[in-house]
T-cell receptor, first 113, second 113 residues
Framework: DVKVTQSSRYLVKRTGEKVFLECVQD?????MFWYRQDPGLGLRLIYF???????EKGDIPEGYSVSREKKERFSLILESASTNQTSMYLC????????????FGSGTRLTVV | AQSVTQPDIHITVSEGASLELRCNYS??????LFWYVQSPGQGLQLLLK??????LVQGIKGFEAEFKRSQSSFNLRKPSVHWSDAAEYFC???????????FGAGTQVVVTP
């Protein structure tokens, strides 16, 4: 089975800090995604990547950036954390196309104080 | 643009009773449709998916879903729920060349004894 590992389950950071959320997948998937999950809003796409060093903005990219230097690793960066970025962050990966859907990590619950 | 509506935010069902979760989508072409389940504190797990062919699809944990093109719906059903089915359920639609999924806001299912 594909495994998607997010480095932290819980994080508490201060306003203005630079925050790195790491995601690693072990099945050579081309596509990787970062979503944030908020009650009543479902999952909203922040950024995705379809290849090493390639990235595309999702629906809510403001305040975030990403890095994909290796195929298996996709990092989400909060340049200057703010309280409205307190959320659950979910990483997912998939092969090209949608026939197999996504495999998700367990999520990182980030609190910005 | 693609979109997904899950009309029911919260459903309470008795153990052993049947369950139906509604999902309506908007998509310009033939969609790829998914149902995911999220247990408390966990990532999302794929229940089932539909691309083409038989409009009634079977998934894991005894769930099934029916694609109705005329109604733009993909409702999830289970004949007899178990206490372990208490979770949040997300419907998702996709199909563009990037392999992006649009998720609904989710339906929280509570199972009572």
């Amino acid at each position: 089975d594909v495994k998607v590992t997010q480095s932290s389950r819980y994080l508490v950071k201060r306003t203005g800090e630079k925050v790195f959320l790491e995601c690693v997948q072990d099945m050579d998937h081309e596509n990787m995604f970062w979503y944030r999950q908020d009650p009543g809003l479902g999952l909203r796409l922040i950024y995705f990547s379809y290849d090493v060093k390639m990235k595309e903005k999702g629906d809510i990219p403001e305040g975030y950036s990403v890095s994909r230097e290796k195929k298996e690793r996709f990092s989400l960066i909060l340049e200057s954390a703010s309280t409205n970025q307190t959320s659950m962050y979910l990483c997912a990966s998939s092969p090209q196309g949608l026939t197999r859907g996504y495999t998700f990590g367990s999520g990182t619950r980030l609190t910005v104080v | 643009a693609q979109s997904v509506t899950q009309p029911d935010i919260h459903i309470t069902v008795s153990e052993g009773a049947s369950l139906e979760l509604r999902c309506n989508y908007s998509y310009g072409a033939t969609p790829y449709l998914f149902w995911y389940v999220q247990s408390p504190g966990q990532g999302l797990q794929l229940l089932l998916k539909y691309f083409s062919g038989d409009t009634l699809v079977q998934g894991i944990k005894g769930f099934e879903a029916e694609f109705k093109r005329s109604q733009s719906s993909f409702n999830l059903r289970k004949p007899s729920v178990h206490w372990s089915d208490a979770a949040e359920y997300f419907c998702a639609v996709g199909g563009d060349s990037w392999g992006k999924l649009q998720f609904g806001a989710g339906t929280q299912v509570v199972v009572t004894p």
